[in-house]
Structure formats: C-alpha cells, structure tokens
C-alpha cells in the first residue's frame, strides 16, 4: 500500500498518514490517553475515566490494535491521530472502525475526516465496502458529517472491560 497523503501545501504543516508500525504503539496509547483526558474524561466519573485509563495502559489494549488494520496521521512526522478497522463478525462485506482519535490539540482541522476516509477507501480495497462504528455520544455530529447514520444507542464494553460507556451505534454503506 502506498503512503497516502491527503494535504501538501508548500507554507503549510504536511499531513501524512500510514499504517502504524510496531514502534508506534507507545505514542498511540499517549495520543489516546490525551484524547480520553481532555475530550471523553468529562463526560464519565473519575472511576470510570481512571479505568478507561488504565485500560489504555494494558497490554491487551495495544494487542487489539496490533490484530486491527492500524493507520497513524502524521503532522510534520509526529504522530497526532489514530484510526483501526477490522472485519465486522456481524456482516460479510462491513467493517468495524475503531481507535478513531485526534490529539486534542490538533482536532478540527481535518485529520479525524482524512483517517477515516483512508480506513474506509483501505476497507474498501478489501471488500468491506461498509462501515460501521460504535462512538461516544459526543462524536455522533462528527460521524453523521461523514455520512453515518446513527442506528440506535446502547453501552458498550469495549472500551474498557470493567466499565460500561454509552455510545451511538452509526452505520455508512
């Protein structure tokens, strides 16, 4: 797969994005952990954001990454978002977008829509023309820009084993 690179501009910062490689794992739990702190940890309790924490620090947290089809955004080399997908087990051609998360500092200027459009045209590429993601309930604007549809809301697990967080079910394709 060739590196793709969505935005160049030659007075501006040069956004790449690429699959994360094993060195990269240390940097995308900081960048998640900053993400959770300063964007998600408000909207839970201080017990419920320290176990998301912590859950972040595990290893079977990175070890879910790593069996995940993983990309990085890269500003100027440094890594500043994240984004994974894997084959839904509910459905042949759709697949599962996870790990969808922007350093705080560098949000709203495009690299959450360019990862995810990246995972989608990869996905594609392997026959999973059709996405599907569990959000927090404060991304569902962000997720129907892109052309989700929200399919109905629940708690999920999946972030942390020992905590339940709401999340907006959303389905594209």
Known sequence: MQQYVPQMTQTGPKLDVRRAGLDDYSVIRHVHRESVRRILAPTLSQEEAAALMAHIDSPEY???LVERQTFV?????????????????DAGDEARV???FV????????IGR???EMAADDAAERGLSKLMARV??????FYEELGFELTSQGVTKELAPSLGIHVAFMRRG
């Open 98 to 100: 996870s790990a969808h």
């Open 73 to 89: 955004a890269l500003l100027n080399g440094d890594i500043v978002g994240t984004i994974a997908y894997a084959p839904s087990q």
């Open 62 to 64: 990175t070890q879910n």
């Open 114 to 116: 360019t990862l995810l």
């Open 136 to 141: 927090p309930l404060t991304s569902v604007t």
């Open 103 to 110: 350093h705080p500092w560098f949000t709203g200027g495009g």
